[in-house]
């Protein structure tokens, strides 16, 4: 019991004085541009939280060095927002009623984005996620576009269309067959783009079989596909499934090149097995463009890892990292901080980031390219960049 | 041996000419129609595309197989014990993960060619796999005994349908204790092979498929991994038969399964013959998971729910108590569940599976061995 009194009488300590800490440093200067970010710093995907802190401050610091943005100082505001809505939703309060700012990067995960997204669209606060996939957090349950709010990802069924492209222009396949789990949403949006995309080119899909995220033997689906003769199967599953299907198909001599979504993306995939398959995926550290080189070189300057060598920065920090700068190119485009103004502005946006150029269309997600990545027995390896 | 009095398996007849209840020939016209649609369709895909169907069924007999091994320990223990053991299932399980940490982590399938560096590679795999399979199976037997030991026999006297909720406690037990981080993981682990699977193609004889070259048109895969599970399969169901009928052990098992306080009175240990009994479904249950896993190299702890679900179907089917009502019954599941998934869609394989045991209780509880058998262990 004493234990307790002891903690929580610290804890109250410890809120009182970052409470006048930061109600000190809200009454000064005038030449500040407060930005928050909103990250996943703790909760279920914590790694993803500590790159998206990264990538974003590595932003406001080059700017800063720059001379700040029309002059002003940009200073952060890093709020811990869990990858769940109530804590985000906090933050987010916290942030605009308490701190002033007006504009927000974050959050991470769609789930927590979308009531932020409420949040920050009827006060006029202009938010931009990152990483959020989901449709809802853009446009509202009406269809109608929530017109502060953005994204600098590209969402789901967009990788359905890079798939298909891919697969029609650089592969010459003509006929395809789509793999899909239909209970799982991600994996049904990939997989229906795809189909639609593909035939819409000009190719066939031969073929589409479901699955449950439980099975194990495909042995019928494949023996299906040996007598389809696919020139590609398409199949935007997690690893795991991958896993099982690549090293099925290649006993039973299935050759055909598998194509998949960013969900490939995993230290678990099999290598030896999925070997000739390709996947998209929204950056690749391998991609050669300067952009990216100076990006991967200057995060890992500023950011080691516990043994002291240079971090690689993830596909969730390269997207925080153009984020930041897309917003912050926005305002200074804008010469103003009046959010109506900076939001016109991002809507005509043409930005050349880590993860591609970025424009964005009706909905305010992101119209940009996406890296195929091919997959190797030694490792997965960057292929190519697929424009929209 | 017809009239079993002490057994307390309830037969129930057949109604052949009774009065039956009237509209009663409404459900059976369905099930008649219903069968003559899927012979049909079978017959008709058949014809019209013979190496496709022949592919399908050589998956069928894959699966069919497996389930027949994890079938058995679900009928024996049902015959002995009159307990429908949910645990099986995770107990097959148990049996693919501790080849995998035998394999993956301490290399056990090598221990032949380091020791003796001078034999023959193939005949080191050969020795080597067979340990790793081994040591699963002994370690199936122990936890079969623990669970038995710990989690039934103290219900042994109880009503059974304590027994049966402790039996889905016990399984749910094995399926998050392992999930945690320290015991197997919650993550769908990579299954590292204690020897390569083969693949061979049918078509103007059998015919090695290289890496990297695809079988011409036409041709019928299958691959080393098949043939073991069937003659791995074939002869577990052989050396079931020999051990019930023909030694002492088995006459026990047989007596304990007829009346366990006669068998006492004979002088049998009947808790003992109950603990063997578990052993030894327990023993061909990781058996089953091993190959199970050799065969789909993917596994995770929840990975024998459905396929010992499916097994108890096939029990069921089959004639739960009977051993070779196990071993038609679970071929039978096979072949259902790959013609599903050929002819209607994958997700549908279970759905189709558990219509069967919904079918056959509605119109032959006993299933297809039902009457009582003279093995009925």
New interface residues.
């Given amino acids: 019991m004493r234990f307790v009194k002891f903690f929580s009488l610290l804890i109250v300590a410890a809120l009182i004085l970052s409470a006048c800490a930061q109600g000190g440093s809200t009454g000064g200067q005038q030449q500040e541009l407060k930005v928050a970010i909103l990250a996943p710093l703790s909760g279920p995907v914590p790694t993803f939280g500590v790159s998206t802190r990264d990538g974003a401050l590595m932003a406001i610091d080059e700017w800063n060095a720059k001379g700040g943005v029309l002059g002003m100082k940009i200073v952060p505001i890093v709020e811990d927002s869990q990858c769940t809505p109530d804590p985000a939703v906090n933050a987010a309060n916290k942030v605009i009623d308490q701190d002033g700012v007006k504009f927000i990067i974050g959050e991470v995960c769609s789930k927590a984005s979308i009531p932020v997204s409420e949040i920050a669209n009827s006060k006029g606060v202009i938010q931009i996620s990152p990483t959020s996939t989901n449709e809802q957090v853009t446009v509202d349950a009406n269809g109608n576009v929530k017109p502060y709010i953005f994204r600098a990802c590209f969402i789901d069924p967009f990788q359905g269309y890079v798939g298909a492209k891919f697969a029609y222009e650089q592969l010459g396949a003509k006929t395809a067959f789509v793999m899909l789990d239909?209970a799982n949403d991600y994996v049904k949006g990939l997989a229906t783009e795809f189909a639609k995309n593909f035939e819409m080119m000009g190719g066939k899909v031969v073929g589409t079989?479901?699955?449950?995220a439980?099975?194990?033997?495909f042995?019928?689906?494949l023996?299906?596909i040996?007598?389809a003769k696919p020139d590609v199967v398409y199949l935007p599953d997690y690893y795991?499934i991958v896993?099982?299907v690549a090293?099925?198909a290649?006993?039973?001599?299935?050759?055909v090149p598998f194509i998949g979504g960013d969900g490939w993306d995993s230290p678990?995939l099999?290598l030896a097995a999925a070997a000739g398959g390709y996947f998209t995926n929204h950056y690749s550290p391998d991609d050669p463009r300067p952009e990216v080189v100076n990006f991967l070189k200057a995060y890992g300057e500023k950011y080691k890892d516990e043994s002291g060598n240079p971090k690689v920065p993830d596909a969730l920090a390269a997207l925080a990292y153009d984020a930041a700068n897309v917003l912050l190119q926005a305002i200074n485009d804008a010469g103003t901080t009046d959010t109506a103004k900076v939001k016109e502005i991002l809507e005509k946006i043409n930005f050349k980031g880590v993860s591609g150029n970025i424009t964005f269309d009706a909905n305010h997600n992101p119209i940009k390219s996406a890296a195929l990545l091919a997959v190797k027995p030694d490792g997965v390896k960057f292929e190519t960049i697929v424009n929209p | 041996m017809q009239q079993v009095s002490g057994s307390s398996q309830v037969v129930i007849p057949v109604p052949k000419k009774k009065k039956q209840p009237p509209l009663a020939w409404v459900g059976q016209g369905f099930f008649i129609l219903l069968g003559i649609v899927v012979a049909v369709i079978l017959i008709s895909n058949l014809i019209r595309q013979p190496t496709l169907f022949a592919q399908f069924f050589i998956s069928g007999l894959q699966l069919g197989f497996v389930y027949a091994m994890i079938a058995l320990g679900y009928t024996m223990v049902y015959g002995i014990v009159k307990l429908i053991n949910f645990a099986h299932g995770d107990v097959f399980m148990v049996g693919a993960f501790v080849s995998y940490f035998a394999v993956a982590r301490f290399r056990l399938h090598q221990w032949p060619l380091a020791v003796f560096p001078e034999i023959s590679p193939g005949l080191g795999v050969v020795i080597g796999s067979l340990t790793v399979i081994l040591l699963s199976m002994v370690i199936c037997s122990a936890l079969a005994i623990t669970i038995e030991r710990v989690a039934y026999k103290p219900l042994r006297d109880a009503p059974r349908i304590a027994a049966l909720i402790t039996a889905i406690g016990v399984s749910f037990f094995l399926e998050y204790f392992g999930a945690l981080n320290f015991v197997f993981s919650p993550r769908f682990i990579p299954y590292e092979r204690p020897f390569e699977v083969v693949a061979w193609y049918i078509k103007d004889g059998i015919h090695l498929i290289k890496p990297g070259e695809a079988p011409p048109d036409g041709a019928i895969t299958f691959s080393n991994i098949l043939v073991i599970i069937i003659v791995a399969s074939i002869l577990v169901q052989i050396f079931l038969q020999f051990l019930v009928k023909r030694t002492k052990i088995g006459i026990a098992m047989r007596a304990s399964s007829y009346d366990k306080p006669a068998a006492r009175l004979m002088g049998i240990n009947v808790d003992s013959v109950i603990s063997f009994t578990f052993a030894i479904g327990a023993a061909f249950a990781g058996l089953g998971g091993v190959l199970y896993a050799i065969a789909y190299s993917s596994i995770w702890t929840q990975l024998g729910i459905l396929p010992g679900l499916k097994a108890f179907v096939a029990a069921v089917l089959g004639g739960i108590g009977s051993i070779p009502g196990a071993f038609v019954g679970a071929l039978i599941m096979g072949q259902a569940e790959a013609m599903t998934m050929g002819y209607i869609s994958t997700p549908m394989r279970d759905a189709v599976a558990f219509t069967i045991l919904i079918i056959v209780l509605l119109i032959r509880p006993t299933g297809i061995f039902g009457e009582p058998e003279k093995e009925k262990v």
């Fill in positions: 239909q079989e479901s699955y449950t439980t099975d194990t033997d042995s019928v689906i023996g299906k040996a007598e795991n896993n099982l090293k099925q290649k006993e039973k001599g299935i050759n678990d099999d």
